[in-house]
DNA sequence: TTAGGGTTAG
């Protein structure tokens, strides 16, 4: 049998923008339903086999069993009837299936699967239309394959034919379900296809990620209708968002204005998604303020964008400009919330919005849950991390992930290792992030011996090839241990060509380790890499000419930043104190209460000189002038310190953020601070996380 | 008539 889809070929992004089948003004959207129903597809003019024939959902052992007619179903309750050879055989069945539906309509779904196995087991028993619906209905809620598979099974055994309602629920539940080879194969042999069924099959595509794949049964869809729905210009949309195809998604846009649909919610959440991901924030704004009845999903849109680009502070006031205007906030926005305040490592905020998730009643949602528990653990209270992960009624690996980093930040890595190995025994699967996490927290811990047996145990027992991240942690770990040959030779021994951040650990293993020769090594393989794309990568080079002194090529550097439009912004702390956030610039004068800060920076500095602060950078590059360590007594992580110390509770952990990585000497300075103050100090900068308490820090002295 | 679509976490 030739499927219809055989004679379109793979599809490339430059044919989506110019295939003739691609919307265009000429074509009008569909909006009508009554024009489709029934409409019947027949490719190739024969119509095709029962979908079920081609999915294996039956034990060998259980074979496929002769169909059976589909039996009337017994409605009567003449209890003159009861006696009778078939009342005898089918009331039970009645019964049961009306039980069934109850169970499933009470959302008592495992319930309702657990008594249909019961009777699947014992067999010979009917099940008509509405009790299959329930059974899907449950299927779907419960994300189950197995239960897929045993309702699939039953159908086939029952000789039960869907009709198009039916048969796109089962594609539904197979998409639902993550069985989307099977659903695949479910939709190509359909007798009839209506826009559910193409919409469904589209939307599973998407939502795994296969958007050229989704494009391409879009197109086939677009000349068989000569159109679309609107719900399929929302499901394209998202495709276009996913690829981060602006042009596409403009085109798109401009469709659905042509046709007049733009105002559609589901279109015009979808543009204003597509437009954040695409990074045109401010299309994205326009499309949301011209939306005459903003809805849950249109704020969380736009807060996602705001969000997914950095403008935090934008988030938040979209937020509270949210609960303002009354709209109900969902899990979605407070999961987002929630991690927006972990950004700004705002705890007011993010209070206010934990128990605006508890009243709301999504208190037990997994995501937003999870996004709590990393932002406690973030914020440095390791243990609230801890209750509200245990609190919670079901876990998943990216749970798991953000308690392990929690730890692993916090400098214990011991707790982090057995949180990992707590995690294998309920056979949760670790993902290459759970490793990037417990290798981290063996590095941060230096526990080189734990650290290298996960290391070797990620692909020989868990099938997960290392990643550039995990070989950096690895080279770390291994410069903690002075084993620089060992650490050169991982990197010449990695599967694929060594990264940045690969070759910048070896250089701060060099420097830690006083061994100049690997140091200039590791530096001059940094300068000959040519694929630094990104700002942070230039902003490492940029600092190891700076260091070297090889100004002239950091000039060049910063010209070719200039020219590709990678701006370095300004180098600044900041910190939250009363609900407010306090930026902090290196040697700021510009602020209130600037001689209180100044002055008690410089009695800090007095103090922790008693303990040995020396106000001066090791390094065995060049040092800095005389000008700079000026400037060094000053870094606007200090400032802030000292702000937090003056205007805070004593007792009560300091939380700076800042957007740049600390230096070794601001590093050592608030190890001190923290040992005479005896306040927890937390440290966020642009690479790591620096746990600051008794003198020590989590980051295992990593300069 | 039903059913299908848009947003979130490490």
Not at 434 to 456: D, K, M, N
Not at 638 to 653: D, Q, Y
Request: charged content about 25%; aromatic content about 10%.
């Amino acid at each position: 049998m030739e499927l219809p889809l055989a004679r379109y070929q793979c599809i490339s992004l430059d044919q989506i923008h110019t295939s003739s089948s691609f919307p265009s003004s000429n074509h009008k959207v569909l909006r009508t339903k009554p024009f489709f129903s029934g409409y019947c597809f027949r490719f190739g003019g024969r119509k095709l086999n029962n979908p079920f024939d081609k999915i294996k959902c039956v034990s060998p052992e259980q074979g496929l069993q002769p169909r059976r007619p589909k039996p009337k179903p017994s409605r009567t309750s003449d209890p003159e009837l009861k006696g009778t050879e078939e009342t005898r055989v089918k009331k039970p069945s009645v019964g049961i299936c009306s039980q069934i539906e109850k169970l499933v309509l009470c959302n008592r779904y495992r319930e309702a699967l657990e008594l249909f196995e019961i009777l699947e087991i014992e067999g010979g028993f009917d099940v008509g239309l509405s009790t299959y619906d329930a059974l899907v209905s449950a299927c779907i809620r419960l994300g189950s394959v197995r239960a897929v598979k045993m309702v699939c099974g039953h159908m086939i055994n029952n000789g039960f034919e869907p009709d198009q309602y039916m048969s796109n629920r089962v594609l539904l539940m197979h998409v639902k379900c993550g069985m989307m080879i099977d659903a695949r194969k479910l939709f190509d042999e359909m007798p009839e296809r209506n826009f559910v069924s193409w919409n469904t099959i589209i939307a599973g595509l998407v939502h795994i990620g296969d958007y050229l794949e989704a494009f391409r049964l879009f197109m086939i869809m677009w000349e068989e209708f000569s159109g679309c729905g609107i719900r399929t210009f929302a499901l394209m949309i998202t495709a276009s968002a996913g690829l981060e195809l602006i042009s596409v998604g403009r085109q798109l846009h401009s469709c659905a204005v042509k046709m007049g649909v733009n105002d559609d919610v589901f279109v015009t959440c979808a543009l204003i998604n597509m437009y954040g991901k695409c990074g045109s924030i401010e299309d994205a704004r326009w499309v949301f303020d011209d939306m005459p009845q903003k809805t849950t999903v249109g704020w969380n849109c736009i807060i996602a964008g705001y969000a997914l680009h950095g403008y935090s502070e934008e988030a938040l006031s979209m937020f509270y400009e949210m609960r303002d205007s009354g709209v109900k906030m969902d899990h979605f926005t407070f999961s987002m919330i929630f991690s927006i305040c972990s950004r700004l490592a705002s705890i007011e905020h993010a209070k206010q919005a934990h128990a605006g998730l508890v009243r709301s009643g999504f208190g037990l949602d997994i995501v937003a849950n999870t996004a709590l528990v990393d932002f406690y653990s973030k914020w440095g209270r390791i243990e609230d991390a801890q209750r509200v992960f245990d609190r919670m009624p079901c876990k998943n690996t990216i749970s798991w992930n953000a308690l392990i980093a929690g730890y692993g930040n916090h400098g214990r890595g011991a707790e982090a290792v057995d949180l990992f190995e707590q995690m294998l025994k309920e056979r949760m699967r670790p993902d290459h992030v759970t490793f990037l996490a417990v290798l981290s927290a063996c590095s941060y811990s230096r526990l080189f011996e734990c650290g290298w047996e996960i290391f070797q145990s990620m692909s020989r027992d868990h099938k997960i090839k290392p990643r550039s991240m995990h070989y950096t942690c690895m080279i770390e770990l291994l410069g903690q241990e002075g084993l620089l040959d060992e650490a050169l030779a991982l990197i010449r021994g990695a599967p694929f060509k060594p990264t940045v951040n690969m070759w910048a650990a070896l250089l701060t293993a060099s420097r830690v380790n006083e061994n100049l020769e690997l140091g200039k090594f590791a530096a001059e393989k940094l300068y000959g890499m040519k694929e630094h794309k990104k700002l942070c990568n230039y902003a490492v080079l940029l600092n190891i000419y700076k260091r070297s002194g090889k100004l002239k090529e950091a000039a060049t550097l910063l010209q070719t930043m200039e020219r590709k439009g990678l701006i370095m912004l300004p180098v600044c702390s900041w910190i939250e104190v009363n609900k407010k956030t306090h930026v902090f610039y290196t040697v700021d004068k510009r602020r209130i209460q600037t001689n209180e800060i100044y002055q008690k920076v410089d009695s800090l500095i007095l103090e922790i000189s008693k303990h040995g602060y020396v106000p001066k950078e090791k390094t065995f590059l060049p040092d800095v002038d005389e000008q700079e360590q000026h400037v060094l007594l000053y870094h606007s992580e200090k400032l802030a310190i000292a702000f937090g110390l003056l205007n805070t509770m004593n007792g009560s952990p300091l939380q700076i953020m800042q957007n740049h990585r600390i230096c070794n000497n601001c590093h050592n300075a608030i190890k001190l601070i923290a040992l005479v103050t005896r306040r927890e100090i937390v440290v966020r900068d642009a690479s790591r996380f620096h746990y600051f308490k008794d003198g020590s820090c989590s980051c295992g002295d990593y300069w």
